[in-house]
């Protein structure tokens, strides 16, 4: 079981390194993978983003990988791509619409399926939006709003791209969400966590931590808790 955010540019270079890590946590290079391109679907390149997905992990060892093709509310309640969620050991969601990805799966059997998955042991994760929606709190760009998220990760909000835009976005989310420990994490650079949610950061960038009106930063190699505890939410 673990949970695994990436700051975006996901598929190439150092990001070889979370990514090694999490299919490790997997079971290894069979573990079946399943990757939802839920969030590149308004722009209809869900497709293009799937197949780079599958070309990325094949790079990596992997063997088992399925794309399945969740892009609305109908195919979110779909129960044939349910169960293909269910059987993953490893759920990688991709990134592009944030509030997209969240509303389509929240509440959804697809959701419900990961859940289910996660408390056998999967390992869930995604880059940009897909690290997005997984915690409690959520920024949506377009509207300038904060969304509530898929809750697998309590009392957090991720920035991702912090490297470039994200960081932009943290002085109104402090204002907004002044009890919440914001994530900023670089592009090609991820974090991972095990059952004591410690994290750990890997890749070619650095991950910002911004609690307490303190602003914490953490390379690759280095480790941080976040002081809180994951549960299982409530679908």
């Known amino acids: 079981m ?12 150092r990001m070889s390194e979370p990514d090694l890590r ?43 990988i399925d794309v ?26 991709l990134g592009g619409f944030p ?3 969240g509303a389509t ?31 409690d709190h959520y920024y949506d760009p377009d509207e300038n709003k904060i969304l509530e998220g898929l809750k697998l990760l309590p009392n957090c909000c991720v920035l991702p791209h912090h490297n470039s835009f994200g960081r932009t976005w943290a002085d109104r989310l402090l204002e907004q969400l002044p009890d919440a420990p914001l994530i900023g994490i670089d592009e090609r650079t991820g ?6 949610m410690t994290w750990k950061v890997y890749g070619a960038g650095e991950v910002t931590l911004y609690r307490g009106g303190q602003t914490e930063v953490y390379k690759s190699g280095e480790t941080f808790h976040l ?6 939410p409530q679908s």
């Open 99 to 101: 509030r997209y990805l």
């Open 105 to 135: 799966l929240k509440n959804s059997l697809v959701w419900q399926a990961a859940l289910e998955a996660y408390e056998k042991g999967a390992v869930i994760g995604g880059s940009s939006a897909g690290a997005m929606v997984l915690c």
């Open 22 to 64: 999490a299919v490790e946590l997997a079971g290894g290079t069979d573990a079946p993978i399943v990757i939802l391109p839920t969030a590149a679907a308004p722009d209809n390149n869900q497709k293009r983003a799937g197949n780079n997905g599958v070309r990325w992990f094949r790079s990596l060892g992997a063997s088992n």
């Open 2 to 13: 673990g949970i695994l955010l990436e700051g975006g540019a996901e598929f190439g270079g």
């Open 227 to 232: 002081d809180n505890n994951s549960s299982l």
């Open 191 to 196: 974090i991972l966590n095990n059952p004591l």
């Open 68 to 93: 399945v093709p969740v892009i609305d509310g109908t195919s979110a309640n779909d129960p044939t791509l349910a169960a293909r969620i269910r059987s993953a050991r490893f759920l990688f969601m």
